[in-house]
T-cell receptor, first 108, second 112 residues
């Protein structure tokens, strides 16, 4: 939606390459979550961020509250990274507002 | 073992009927939520509950009624079903309102 703008909407990567996804927020955002939705529809938690940076394996995510954006970096993309990535903003009310998602396809 | 259980996994209903979607969480969380994901759309917030009390309702229609019989249960009753209600309904929970939310596997509802 307009409150959480996610880009790109779709991305195709060669296995082993790097890329970054981004979310811009036009609502006051307290925390950010990143999810991966697999083809079966299950949502996997990737990151929960207060302002700052976290890293987990080949994934690294930053939430910059002053400039109202968050990024998700994928390093050395693997086939199993394919799916739809969502960012979501929590505005301190418990309601998560989701971006439209990035459909990532990793090709061999 | 799954920590958030949603039942059923798939549900087919006829227009005008009523269905209840079940959600139970075993994470010891105090807040529970419902979200809806229509085909090719992002998840949309519906309700939030904290300590079994309604905190936020973003659903325009009164046909959607959450029911919390226990602290770790938040069911969703949908009456007078319409084809537009077809979607996957996700239940989620968190320790409290601003904490990390965890999602159940979803119930895929199809209204004919």
């Amino acid at each position: 939606g307009d409150q959480v703008k996610q880009s790109p909407s779709a991305l195709s990567l060669q296995e082993g390459t790097n890329s970054a996804l981004r979310c811009n927020f036009s609502i006051a955002t307290t925390t950010v979550q990143w999810f991966l939705q697999n083809p079966r529809g299950s949502l996997m938690n990737l990151f929960y961020l207060v302002p700052g940076t976290k890293e987990n394996g080949r994934l690294k995510s930053t939430f910059n509250s002053k400039e109202s954006y968050s990024t998700l970096h994928i390093r050395d993309a693997q086939l199993e990274d394919s799916g739809t990535y969502f960012c979501a903003a929590n505005t301190n009310t418990g309601k998560l507002t989701f971006g439209d998602g990035t459909v990532l396809t990793v090709k061999p | 073992d799954p920590k958030i259980i949603q039942k059923p996994k798939y549900l087919v209903a006829v227009t005008g009927s009523e269905k209840i979607l079940i959600c139970e969480q075993y994470l010891g969380h105090n807040a529970m939520y419902w979200y809806r994901q229509s085909a090719k759309k992002p998840l949309e917030f519906m309700f939030s509950y904290s300590y079994q009390k309604l905190m936020d309702n973003q659903t325009a229609s009164s046909r959607f009624q959450p029911q919390s019989s226990k602290k770790n249960h938040l069911d969703l009753q949908i009456t007078a079903l319409k084809p537009d209600d077809s979607a996957t309904y996700f239940c989620a929970s968190s320790q409290e309102g601003t904490a990390e939310q965890f999602f159940g596997p979803g119930t895929r509802l199809t209204v004919l």
